[in-house]
C-alpha cells in the first residue's frame, strides 16, 4: 500500500523516509504528486497543523498520509518559537535568520533548557486523523556549530552529548532526534494497520 509523506521540505523528507523505509517501503511525496494543493499552516498548535496537513493531502490524494509538525521550545523565552519556529524571524525568513534572532533572543539568558518537538500524524484517505509525538531535550548554544542538519540544529546540543544536531552524523541524529522518536512511535503504533491496507480508520478497527 502505497504511503504519503506530506511534506515539500526535502530535509524533513530525507529524515522521514531515512526513519520508515524499513518498516513501510511504499512511500510516496508531494514532489511525487505534483497536483496536490499547498497546505497553509496557520493551526495554534503541533498537532492542527500536522493533522490539517495529513488530512488535506490524504483526501486529495486518495491515499493514507503522515505529516509532521515540528517546534522548538525554549523555556526561557516561555516556549517560544513553539508553533512559529519555522517563522519565527517573519514569514520569508531562512534558517540563519531564525538561528539570528533565537540567539538575540537568548543573549542575556543563562537557563538555554530547550527541546524539540515533533507531532505526526497520520490520516485515512477521508480525512480522519491520529497522531503520536516525540521529544528530544537539550539546550541552545551561543553560538552555531555545524554545517549539517537544517532549522536550528547548529545550535541545538541534545541533553547526554557535546555534538550540535548540525555536527551530528545523519544515523545518529535520526536515532536520537525528536522526529525519530515519533516516527518509531508512529512505526510501531501503526505500521501493522498500514500492512492490512484498510480503507478508513474505522475499518481498522483501532
Known amino acids: 500500500m502505497d504511503l504519503l509523506i506530506s511534506t515539500r521540505n526535502p530535509h524533513k523528507l530525507d529524515e522521514i523516509r531515512a526513519c520508515l523505509a524499513a ?29 490539517k496537513k495529513a488530512s488535506v493531502l490524504a483526501r486529495a490524494a486518495g491515499l493514507w498520509a503522515i505529516a ?60 480522519e486523523c491520529r497522531w503520536v509525538e516525540g521529544v528530544c531535550e537539550g539546550d541552545i548554544l551561543h553560538e552555531a556549530r ?15 552529548h557535546e555534538e550540535t544536531f548540525a555536527e551530528m552524523a545523519a544515523e545518529l541524529k535520526n536515532n536520537i532526534s525528536h522526529r525519530g522518536r515519533a516516527l518509531r512511535k508512529a512505526a510501531e503504533a501503526w505500521s501493522a494497520i498500514l500492512a492490512q491496507a484498510p480503507s478508513s480508520w474505522a475499518e481498522a478497527n483501532v
Do not use: W
Not at 511525487?32 to 495554534?44: S, T, Y
Not at 537544517?150 to 547526554?160: I, N, S, T, V
Open 23 to 51: 518498516a513501510h517501503p511504499h512511500l510516496l511525496s508531494a514532489f511525487d504528486l505534483p497536483d496536490l494543493p499547498e497546505v497553509e499552516e496557520d493551526g495554534d498548535t503541533l498537532e492542527a497543523n500536522a493533522m
Open 68 to 127: 509532521d509538525d515540528t517546534g522548538l521550545e525554549v523555556e526561557a523565552l516561555g516556549g517560544a518559537p513553539g508553533v512559529y519556529s519555522a517563522r519565527y524571524a517573519g514569514p520569508d525568513a531562512t534558517y540563519a535568520d531564525n538561528c539570528a534572532k533565537l540567539l538575540r533572543a537568548l543573549r542575556d539568558q543563562e537557563d538555554r533548557h530547550a527541546r524539540f518537538r515533533t507531532v505526526i500524524a497520520l490520516s485515512d484517505p477521508h480525512g
Open 146 to 160: 555545524g554545517d549539517g542538519g537544517f532549522g536550528y540544529d547548529p545550535l541545538f546540543r541534545p541533553a547526554g
